[in-house]
């Protein structure tokens, strides 16, 4: 009898254990055939791990990625207290969702939506960092050009009558607040 359950023990981890690994290497591909860009850093930022998406993405490689930082495609568009608020989020446990401008390897700029989430080991505490990142420059780009088209005239590209509105709004608005008188000329 005690060998009997002793197989069967023995069948039943082989199975959870085939099928743990099998979980895994699910897991792994999904990862390393994402479109999106993925990082993983340990908890001071050196890269441990890029994907396939961040490669293509940035055109770094993972060998020129690993040991490194994300500072690696910093473009130097968003000033230091962006970087300060995203280290404080997720050193505090939380996720962080923004838009950052990063610089790819050639010194083009792309927009990424990026949210970074800290991982914890199994006592609570943050041992990595894990970065997915998608590239929205054509949607930033095309709500750039409506916004430039909403305010200036499309045959001659001066600005028009809601431009105008808006930046005499400004205006009365410093006034308002420095106590200095303002002047509109109308030719």
Not at 28 to 56: K, L, P, S
Not at 158 to 181: E, I, M, T
């Amino acid at each position: 009898l005690g060998t009997a359950i002793a197989v069967i023990l023995l069948t039943l981890l082989r199975r959870r254990r085939r099928a743990a690994e099998e979980r895994l290497h699910t897991l792994a591909t999904a990862m390393e055939q994402a479109h999106d860009a993925v990082g993983i850093t340990d908890a001071e930022g050196r890269i441990e791990y890029v994907n396939r998406g961040f490669e293509a993405l940035t055109g770094y490689s993972a060998e020129e990625s690993v040991g490194s930082t994300f500072a690696l495609v910093r473009s130097g568009q968003q000033d230091e207290a962006f970087y300060a608020r995203l280290w404080a989020t997720i050193r505090s446990g939380q996720p962080f969702q923004d838009v950052v401008i990063n610089r790819r390897r050639d010194g083009s700029t792309y927009y990424e939506e990026k949210t970074i989430t800290p991982l914890r080991d199994a006592r609570g505490r943050i041992t990595r960092y894990v970065s997915t990142g998608k590239d929205i420059t054509d949607q930033m780009e095309a709500r750039q050009r409506l916004q430039y088209l909403a305010q200036h005239d499309a045959l001659t590209g001066l600005p028009n009558r809601s431009l105008f509105q808006d930046r005499l709004d400004q205006a009365l608005q410093r006034a308002d607040r420095s106590g200095l008188p303002v002047a509109v000329l109308f030719l």
